[in-house]
């Protein structure tokens, strides 16, 4: 007799795994359970998949509107052909009413920082002008004497464009000089000049022309040198045609004046006429 082939019954008492069954309960108490609505009305928030929280990291790039534009791209901080000064002064002589020189501080093209000092003035120092200058006693305890910045400022700027806002008032405070070819003032300059040639103060003129509110309160030399030299370099080239065009407009003017003036007669032709009546 051949042996006959048996198929094997399925055991119906097959035990599964205690963590699976415990999952398979969840799963069918979490389908059978109605969304609920918080005790305010709102929706419950699901769980983020992966892909949300990659969309949402916390280290992302922010929005370049939203970065601020007077924070420098590089970290060279070299010695540039164009540099820009901003001061801050306190209150000197009896009232406190006369101004010298607390700090003074220079930025490169790129608004990288290559110099900034606090200064010990001469004169005692009546008020320091804290609310404006952001200077304080403390700052002014180890800060070097007036000669050695002057002489430190003098060698930067010297044969370089200096731009700043007033740049007036800081060199009289710094008792120097500079060439007017090599200045570039915002405050003088056409481009930011309103009705009348009415100067504008440059915390107008960086929220006009650059978007960015500066000197809220205790004024920053670094931040205010910084919004003159990126005032220039956004008009760079518009203010460099201007200044060319005003020297050949005074060249052409002083030809004018040259060629109206009357030729001066020599003495001996004056004598000669003389003579001969």
Known sequence: MGTQQRNPKP??????????????????IHASRPSQKSSNGAEPQTSKTILGKRKERPDAEPDASQRNIL????????LTDAVAMDCEMVGVGSEGNKSALGRVTLV?????????EYVRPVEWVVDFRTEISGIR??????????????????ELIKGRLLVGHALRNDLKALLLSHPK???RDTSECELFLKEER??????????????VKIQNGEHCPVEDARAAMLLYQRNRKQW????????RLRQKQKKRKQKKKPKRRDASDVNHAATAS
């Open 11 to 28: 055991n119906s008492h097959y035990q599964l795994n205690p963590n699976w069954t415990q999952l398979q309960q969840k799963l069918k």
């Open 240 to 247: 460099e045609k201007n200044i060319k065009d005003q020297i």
């Open 137 to 154: 006693p403390r700052d002014l305890k180890k800060a070097k004497d007036f000669q050695t910045v002057q002489r430190q400022v003098a």
């Open 108 to 116: 490169n093209k790129w608004g990288n920082v290559i110099y900034d």
């Open 198 to 211: 009415r100067r504008v103060a440059l915390r107008h003129l960086a929220a006009e022309f650059l978007g």
């Open 71 to 78: 924070i420098p791209t590089n970290t060279d901080s070299s």
């Open 181 to 183: 070819v090599d200045m």
